[in-house]
């Protein structure tokens, strides 16, 4: 008799918010149904307010189900799942679905969840780079976080980067973690579009540099303006072509003081943000450009380093410690804070003139996704009582994390 599929639940990830995690839920998605077919069916959550284009991609995702609930309007269960240990709607929801594992991303459901759990921590910013939070919305991190170690949650981390810091900030948490690394493999649905069209809808030169991140401060766009105000005292004309939302409920109005800045020396030219844009643009405009461009001060598995791996085109990136562990050593990497090397590498790549070309997925990528499926499967399959050590009824132990 064929074993029934595990069914799992994962709420819905804007786009608009948080690029890099509906891209991780795609990608996923077509992983597993690509390399595990009939073992899984992902069930996507999302509130009645959710933009239908976002879920329809979603759906169109062999074996996905997507539902829409009132219990996934923002978070309305919280209070009840940190006072009570119970987000009874969302219990609801996943009862009346047939779930057999829920996967919390930033959300609490309760330790009294009758399902077993696994916490996705993408990454651990707000420890590292406690100032880019306000008060609130650190310690409202800080207390999701503690409370999913504290139910005995399997944690499940993106990097081993990720996982450094989470021994380091909870040495005493006695949880069951998985590392699940990300890898992506663009549709062929999404190549078909002409990297030279969209090159010309936007106004492009043949030779830039492509940025598409979000504009949140830890991306550290404004390191970027700073290295093209060098290189344009030195009379070195490179083109930086940025993409992603404008949108950071952090911080809204980072995005004006960037824009701001780059009226005031200029750069209008050399710095071109197109906003948000389809995402087959995105993979034409990074399998031609000259390099991937990615600064960010903090990544828990950079998204776009990993798409520019897929189609194996050259990186400069920040040295830090998962843009290392994700590359190997085979990119190019500056400072945080200096923009004088970031404008070394963009002059000496840009002067290198290689004629423009338009890459392909590299042929080893079926093996990084298949791999990435196949962790993401282990993390699930485990039995409900290694996956979950949630005391059913009562308050949870304190199991001593930091």
Same mark, same amino acid.
Not at 45 to 58: C, I, P
Not at 213 to 240: C, P, S
Not at 277 to 296: E, F, G, K, Q
């Given at each position: 008799?064929?074993?029934?599929?595990?069914?799992?639940?994962?709420?819905?990830?804007?786009?608009?918010?948080?690029?890099?995690?509906?891209?991780?839920?795609? =990608?996923?998605?077509?992983?597993?149904?690509? @390399?595990?077919?009939?073992?899984?069916?992902?069930?996507?959550?999302?509130?009645?307010?959710?933009?239908?284009?976002?879920? !329809?991609?979603?759906?169109?995702? #062999? !074996?996905?189900?997507?539902?829409?609930?009132?219990?996934?309007?923002?978070?309305?269960?919280?209070?009840?799942?940190?006072?009570?240990?119970?987000?009874?709607?969302?219990?609801?929801? @996943?009862?009346?679905?047939?779930?057999? %594992? %829920?996967?919390? !991303?930033?959300?609490?459901?309760?330790?009294?969840?009758?399902?077993?759990?696994?916490?996705?921590?993408?990454?651990?910013?707000?420890? +590292?780079?406690?100032?880019?939070? #306000?008060? *609130?919305?650190?310690?409202?991190?800080?207390?999701?976080?503690?409370?999913?170690?504290? +139910?005995?949650? *399997?944690?499940?981390?993106?990097?081993? /980067?990720?996982?450094?810091?989470?021994?380091?900030?909870?040495?005493?948490?006695?949880?069951?973690?998985?590392?699940?690394?990300?890898?992506?493999?663009?549709?062929? &649905?999404?190549?078909? *579009?002409?990297?030279?069209?969209?090159?010309?809808?936007?106004?492009?030169?043949?030779?830039? @540099?492509?940025?598409?991140?979000?504009?949140?401060?830890?991306? =550290?766009?404004?390191?970027?303006?700073?290295?093209?105000?060098?290189?344009?005292?030195?009379? %070195?004309?490179?083109?930086?072509?940025?993409?992603?939302?404008?949108?950071?409920?952090?911080?809204?109005?980072?995005?004006?003081?960037?824009?701001?800045?780059? *009226?005031?020396?200029?750069?209008?030219? =050399?710095?071109?943000?197109?906003?948000?844009? #389809?995402?087959?643009?995105?993979?034409?405009?990074?399998?031609?450009?000259? &390099?991937?461009?990615?600064? /960010?001060?903090?990544?828990?598995? /950079?998204?776009?380093?990993?798409?520019?791996?897929?189609?194996?085109?050259?990186?400069?990136?920040?040295?830090?410690?998962?843009?290392?562990?994700?590359?190997?050593? &085979?990119?190019?990497?500056?400072?945080?804070?200096?923009?004088?090397?970031?404008?070394?590498?963009?002059?000496?790549?840009?002067?290198?003139?290689?004629?423009?070309?338009?890459?392909?997925?590299?042929?080893?990528?079926?093996?990084?996704?298949? !791999?990435?499926?196949?962790?993401? +499967?282990?993390?699930?399959?485990?039995?409900?009582?290694?996956?979950?050590?949630?005391?059913?009824?009562?308050?949870?132990?304190?199991?001593?994390?930091?």
């Amino acid at each position: 008799m064929t074993p029934r599929p595990l069914r799992f639940a994962f709420g819905h990830i804007s786009r608009r918010l948080w690029a890099g995690g509906y891209n991780y839920q795609r =990608n996923l998605f077509a992983a597993l149904a690509r @390399f595990l077919p009939g073992e899984f069916v992902p069930v996507v959550f999302a509130g009645t307010g959710a933009e239908e284009n976002e879920l !329809a991609e979603l759906a169109a995702v #062999p !074996a996905v189900e997507v539902l829409r609930s009132e219990a996934f309007d923002g978070q309305p269960g919280l209070a009840a799942a940190l006072a009570l240990g119970l987000d009874r709607g969302a219990a609801a929801a @996943f009862h009346s679905a047939r779930i057999d %594992v %829920v996967v919390e !991303a930033a959300r609490f459901f309760g330790w009294r969840l009758p399902v077993p759990t696994v916490a996705w921590i993408p990454d651990l910013q707000h420890r +590292s780079l406690p100032q880019l939070f #306000p008060t *609130t919305a650190r310690w409202r991190r800080e207390i999701g976080f503690r409370v999913q170690i504290a +139910s005995g949650r *399997t944690i499940m981390l993106s990097s081993e /980067s990720a996982l450094r810091d989470f021994r380091a900030c909870y040495p005493r948490a006695g949880n069951r973690v998985s590392v699940v690394r990300f890898a992506t493999q663009p549709p062929e &649905a999404f190549l078909n *579009t002409d990297p030279s069209e969209v090159i010309a809808t936007h106004h492009l030169p043949a030779n830039y @540099f492509y940025l598409p991140n979000q504009f949140y401060r830890h991306k =550290n766009h404004q390191l970027v303006v700073d290295a093209l105000t060098i290189l344009k005292r030195r009379g %070195v004309d490179v083109v930086v072509c940025a993409s992603g939302s404008t949108e950071d409920r952090r911080e809204p109005g980072y995005y004006d003081q960037v824009n701001s800045e780059i *009226t005031k020396r200029g750069l209008e030219a =050399n710095f071109r943000h197109l906003g948000v844009i #389809p995402l087959p643009h995105v993979y034409a405009l990074l399998r031609a450009s000259t &390099a991937l461009l990615n600064p /960010s001060r903090f990544e828990g598995w /950079s998204t776009t380093v990993e798409e520019a791996k897929s189609f194996g085109v050259p990186m400069i990136l920040s040295d830090i410690d998962v843009h290392r562990e994700q590359t190997a050593g &085979a990119a190019r990497y500056f400072g945080v804070d200096d923009p004088v090397g970031l404008a070394d590498h963009l002059m000496q790549v840009s002067e290198m003139n290689s004629p423009p070309s338009v890459r392909n997925i590299v042929p080893h990528q079926d093996e990084n996704v298949r !791999a990435f499926a196949m962790s993401f +499967s282990d993390a699930m399959r485990r039995s409900p009582s290694e996956l979950n050590e949630q005391r059913p009824r009562g308050q949870p132990q304190d199991r001593g994390s930091q």
